[in-house]
């Protein structure tokens, strides 16, 4: 009865708040005012006075709003970035790849370990065939000449596949029995954790040739990947190691009595619950690497934002880039929302908060 009475009691609560007094009333009206005031602007500059295909030179230049028609002409640099004209089609391609490749695993259906990698595996192959070619008769593309979308797209989806298990490994080995073990991963994690991803970034691009021998330096895209993936996983392995304190001692108890080991323990009993707890921050932490992403810039790749940033760096476009940001904006914001709403479905699927099953 007290569920069903909540929505109801919302209102004249809400109401007491905003208009309960009279100067409760006079901010809530200002506010109210400010907010419609800001909107009709922004509404009158993108929609109302706005341009949307310029038909002759110099239009943009005589009208007061947005001028949309830089995204019509420049819409390709923004998403493919330094890849071959021609080849556009190869890069949009490998975009719908590794989309597909998410949505899938997002299906129940597709749950199992046998199903997910194989998954993986194949659309992996089909990405790298299609953005780096020399098979099939397509034209080769070295990873310098990669960029946009679907440079963003890689380098966070191999982060994420790579950072994930090593996270998990690096918050088994923070609570190992051995001191060596444990030590050494605290204080990789502590280190790693107290230095920005730009300062990981940057060592990886351009300091790690001087420190690795030529047969373990492999090409820079993938040297940056694998920092972004050890700074993933250790914040992720903190992210585990929290959802590991929450099972109560109980567990382990029990898991002894019916004679598991060690392993059997954490990855039949422990890591699951652990993983469960963990999903709100685990989504949390994902979104945030999506967009830290973006500092690929500082060492010359053409990821998403860098692309956007050359389509308004010529003459003709350089005042409207408030329009290629706000639809750079728009693509993230997008990737991201999605992302958020699977974890909000995942969360009331697996009833994280609820102490459900």
């Known amino acids: 009865m007290a569920a069903s009475l909540a929505p109801t009691s919302t209102l004249p609560s809400l109401r007491q708040q905003l208009f309960g007094s009279i100067g409760n009333s006079l901010i809530t009206l200002t506010v109210l005012a400010l907010i419609l005031l800001a909107l009709g602007h922004i509404l009158r500059w993108a929609f109302i006075d706005s341009l949307w295909t310029e038909a002759q030179e110099g239009q943009c230049a005589e009208i007061s709003g947005a001028c949309w028609a830089v995204i019509q002409a420049r819409w390709r640099l923004i998403l493919f970035g330094l890849y071959p004209y021609d080849e556009h ?9 590794a989309l597909s490749i998410v949505g899938l695993s997002c299906v129940p259906y597709f749950w199992q370990a046998r199903r997910l990698v194989l998954i993986w595996l194949c659309g992996a192959a089909l990405f790298i065939l299609l953005m780096r070619g020399g098979l099939f008769g397509l034209l080769p593309v070295t990873t310098d000449k990669w960029g946009g979308l679907a440079l963003t797209l890689y380098v966070y989806l191999s982060t994420v596949i790579i950072g994930v298990p090593l996270g998990i490994l690096f918050a088994l080995a923070r609570q190992s029995d051995l001191p060596a073990i444990r030590h050494v ?10 230095i920005p991803i730009l300062t990981v970034v940057f060592c990886a691009a351009l300091f790690a040739p001087f420190i690795l021998p030529g047969w373990l330096n492999p090409d820079t895209l993938y ?7 050890v700074f993933f996983a250790c914040y992720y392995a903190m992210i585990v190691t929290g959802g590991m304190q929450a099972v109560g001692p109980g567990q382990y108890d029990a898991a002894a009595a019916l004679g598991l080991g060690y392993w059997q323990c954490r990855f039949l009993i422990v890591l699951p619950q652990a993983l469960r707890t963990a999903l709100p ?6 979104v945030i690497t999506l967009k830290e992403t973006s500092v690929l810039i ?16 010529t003459g003709k476009w350089q005042e409207y880039y408030t329009e290629v940001y706000i639809f750079v904006s728009l693509i993230y914001f997008t990737l991201s929302f999605t992302l958020s709403r699977y974890g909000a479905y995942l969360e009331r699927k697996m009833r994280v908060g609820q102490g459900g099953r």
């Open 89 to 97: 089609w190869r890069s949009a391609l490998a975009c719908l790849v």
């Open 223 to 229: 040297r940056v990947i694998a920092g972004f993936a």
């Open 298 to 313: 500082i060492v010359g790749m053409f990821e998403l934002t860098a692309s956007g940033n050359a389509a308004f760096q």
């Open 185 to 194: 991963i605290t204080l990789l994690i502590d280190f790693v954790r107290s």
């Open 281 to 286: 921050a685990t989504i949390n932490h994902m």
